[in-house]
T-cell receptor, first 115, second 113 residues
Framework: GAVVSQHPSWVICKSGTSVKIECRSL??????MFWYRQFPKQSLMLMAT?????????EQGVEKDKFLINHASLTLSTLTVTSAHPEDSSFYIC???????????FGNGTRLTVT | QKEVEQNSGPLSVPEGAIASLNCTYS??????FFWYRQYSGKSPELIMF????GDKEDGRFTAQLNKASQYVSLLIRDSQPSDSATYLC?????????????FGTGTRLLVSP
C-alpha cells in the first residue's frame, strides 16, 4: 500500500517554457502532499506543502509565482515550473501522507533538465 | 548549526559486517525520526521510523533514538552489497508539524563483496 506515482520521470525543456509535474496517490487519499527539490549531492529541500482544496504553503526562498502548485483532489497534486531556466534543472520529488500519524511516502521523482 | 547533521561518508564496510549510521538534530521539540534509503538517481525509500527512546528492530535494521543526546542511529546487520546507497536521516519539524520533515545530507554507504 501507500503508492505514490509521479509523472513524468524525466523531462527536457527549453528555457522559458513551462513544465507540469503530476503526483498521484494511487491507493490512498492524501490530504497533504509535499514537493521537494534535490540538487546533485545535496539533500532534499522542501519547497512547499500542498493541502487539498487550499493554497499551498511555500518555504522561504521559493517563488510561488514560479512554482505553481495545485492540489485539486485528494489523490492529485501538480507542480508547474513556469518560465523554466537552466538553474531550475533539478530532481523534483513529491511525497504524500495518508494521515496525521503516517510517515511520508515518496514518488519516483522527476528529473528536469532545462536547456 | 545545521538542523540535521550526518557524516557524508562514504562509510565502507565489508559484506556481512554491521554498518552504523549516525545522525544528530538540533530541534529538541522533534518527535518523529525517519531513515530513508536513496539509490543514485532514485527517490528516497522509507526504511524505518522511530518515535520513542530506545531501539526499534525490523529485520536487519535497528533504529536507535536518544532524545536527551539528540541523536538517532541506524544499524544494518549482515550488510549486503545491495545495501550500498545513501541513507538519509529525517526529523519532523517539531513545532512545524508532524510530516514536515527536515532531511540531513545523507551518509553514503558502500558494502564491498
Amino acid at each position: 500500500g501507500a503508492v505514490v506515482s509521479q509523472h513524468p520521470s524525466w523531462v527536457i525543456c527549453k528555457s522559458g517554457t513551462s513544465v507540469k509535474i503530476e503526483c498521484r496517490s494511487l491507493d490512498f487519499q492524501a490530504t497533504t502532499m509535499f514537493w521537494y527539490r534535490q540538487f546533485p549531492k545535496q539533500s532534499l529541500m522542501l519547497m512547499a506543502t500542498s493541502n487539498e482544496g487550499s493554497k499551498a504553503t511555500y518555504e522561504q526562498g521559493v517563488e510561488k509565482d514560479k512554482f505553481l502548485i495545485n492540489h485539486a483532489s485528494l489523490t492529485l497534486s501538480t507542480l508547474t515550473v513556469t518560465s523554466a531556466h537552466p538553474e531550475d534543472s533539478s530532481f523534483y520529488i513529491c511525497s504524500a501522507v495518508q494521515g496525521t500519524d503516517s510517515p511520508l511516502h515518496f514518488g519516483n521523482g522527476t528529473r528536469l533538465t532545462v536547456t | 548549526q545545521k538542523e540535521v547533521e550526518q557524516n557524508s561518508g562514504p562509510l565502507s564496510v565489508p559484506e556481512g559486517a554491521i554498518a552504523s549510521l549516525n545522525c544528530t538534530y538540533s530541534d529538541r521539540g522533534s518527535q518523529s525520526f525517519f531513515w530513508y534509503r536513496q539509490y543514485s538517481g532514485k527517490s528516497p525509500e522509507l526504511i524505518m521510523f522511530i518515535y520513542s527512546n530506545g531501539d526499534k528492530e525490523d529485520g536487519r535494521f535497528t533504529a536507535q533514538l536518544n532524545k536527551a543526546s539528540q541523536y538517532v542511529s541506524l544499524l544494518i546487520r549482515d550488510s549486503q552489497p545491495s545495501d550500498s546507497a545513501t541513507y538519509l536521516c529525517a526529523v519532523n519539524g517539531g513545532n512545524t508539524g508532524f510530516q514536515k520533515l527536515v532531511f540531513g545530507t545523507g551518509t553514503r554507504l558502500l558494502v564491498s563483496p
